[in-house]
């Protein structure tokens, strides 16, 4: 088959579906096509490790209703070519898409651990893996969760919620250390283990054997790990695969200007897999996290119908740990200057990451609202310390 699209976004995630919808709002006759590898129409990957296992939402629910911005859908089919001269791409059944503009939003792929997986290995990412662990998730059944970032942590919080009994892998010293500051780390640690979890903090997983009914992990430590199953949250690489095929520049992501373009003058990118200038914090990112997706993918949508402004935003995050929550921006990385404002130790506050003077991340802990004036302080020249800095932002709900 020959397929042809004006607009074509490689992809079906959630940067494509905010990406459809935006190129239909400027031209609405687009014609738009969206490739996906996935079987099911875009969806929202974080309530794949939050609200899906609390029973607040189905997998009905978290449908993107991509179909309402009239594009179609190839699903089930991952492109395999990219020949921008021609305007073409193939896909691994050999059929051929043509378009007059092409958005990359091919997203990222977990890290995988060092052994032979079978399905009892589960390297998180996909509604299909969400499915795949709930089968496994039964009260009392034992799950090894490898990693101990923003998905171990909240898929060890999910399976505890389940009934599960988890044990932590993680090679840091604490959970989300090098990111939260030494006494929220050690406080989390401390949560995990009341609620039940068992940490192998400063581990690594070595080896594996995944049999038909459980899963052996050989430890850094010496130690070996039997579970009835393994969920692993290691990181992502983005997929650039086709962009390094088709020779657009590429950086730990593909590199793209202002309005979001690739080096190609008709292929732009967004979401997970784009490499973007940030003007408040003076650097490039590559930034995985749902707030990028949906807006970079907004903007790029637009830009692709003909806008011209840039993208200048600096993405939030978000994340939830048991009863704990928080949203973010910009750096969380404990090498900076920390700077800690607490009402409630390790409850409600901000943490400011400083570095020379400016702020270059603030978390929000338990503490809503504040996005903005977050963003606000991150583009401020400063200069800034810890006195000026606490009780700036109000702490808390
Ligand atoms: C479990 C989980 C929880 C998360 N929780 C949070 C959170 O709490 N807060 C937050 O801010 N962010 C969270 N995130 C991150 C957020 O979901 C991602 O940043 C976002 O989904 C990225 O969207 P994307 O469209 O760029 O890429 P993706 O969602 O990765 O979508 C890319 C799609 O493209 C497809 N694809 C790739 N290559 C090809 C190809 N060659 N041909 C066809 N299709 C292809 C892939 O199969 C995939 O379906 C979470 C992510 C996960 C996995």
């Known amino acids: 088959m020959d397929y042809s699209h004006d607009y074509l976004i490689v992809g079906g995630g959630m940067a494509a579906d905010a990406a459809a919808k935006a190129i239909r709002e400027r031209d609405a006759g687009a014609d738009v096509g969206i490739v996906g ?59 051929s898409f043509r378009y007059r503009r092409l958005l990359l939003a091919t997203g990222a792929t977990p890290r995988r651990l060092p052994f032979a997986a079978n399905e009892r290995v589960i390297h998180f990412r996909t509604l299909d893996d969400y499915r795949a662990l709930r089968g496994y998730a039964e009260p009392g059944a034992h799950i090894a969760v490898v990693g101990g970032g923003f998905i171990g942590s909240e898929l060890a919080a999910a399976l505890t919620g389940a009934g599960c009994r ?12 090098g990111r939260y500051p030494d006494g929220l780390a050690a406080f989390l640690d401390d949560d995990y283990r009341a609620r039940g979890v068992t940490l192998c903090a400063g581990v690594r997983v070595a080896d594996g054997r995944a049999g038909h009914d459980s899963v052996e992990l050989a430890l850094s430590d010496g130690e070996t790990l039997r579970a009835d199953a393994v969920v692993a949250g ?44 940030n003007p408040a914090l003076d650097r490039h990112l590559r930034v995985e996290h749902e707030d990028a997706a949906t807006g970079m993918g907004r903007h790029a949508g637009r830009a692709m119908a003909g806008a011209l402004d840039s993208y200048d935003t600096l993405p939030f995050f978000y994340s939830d740990l048991f009863d704990l929550g928080y949203e973010a921006v910009g750096l969380l990385d404990t090498r900076l200057e920390v700077v800690e404002d607490w009402r409630e130790p390790y409850r409600e506050g901000v943490v400011y990451y400083l570095e020379r003077g400016r702020v270059r991340g603030v978390l929000l802990w338990n503490t809503w609202d504040q996005v903005d004036a977050a963003r606000a302080l991150v583009a401020e020249a400063g200069p800034f310390d810890a006195a000026s800095l606490r009780g700036r932002l109000p702490r808390g709900a």
């Not at 590898?37 to 209703?65: F, M, N, V």
């Not at 988890?166 to 250390?177: E, K, L, N, Q, Y």
């Not at 520049?249 to 967004?270: E, F, H, N, T, Y």
């Open 37 to 95: 590898a996935e079987p099911h129409a875009p969806y929202q990957r974080p309530p794949l490790s939050k609200a899906l296992w609390k029973g607040d939402k189905t997998p009905a629910d978290i449908a993107l209703g991509t179909a309402a911005s009239g594009a179609a859908l190839h699903l089930g089919r991952r492109l395999v070519s990219l020949d921008p001269a021609a305007h073409l791409l193939r896909d691994e059944r050999g059929d």
């Open 166 to 177: 988890v044990t932590m892998v993680f090679p840091g010293a604490a959970i989300g250390a």
């Open 234 to 277: 290691l990181g992502v690489t983005p997929d650039t695969a086709l962009a390094e095929q088709a020779g657009l520049a590429v950086d730990d992501g593909i590199v793209v200007d202002a309005q979001l373009r690739s080096s190609d003058p008709d292929i732009w990118a967004a979401g997970d897999v784009a490499r973007f200038f």
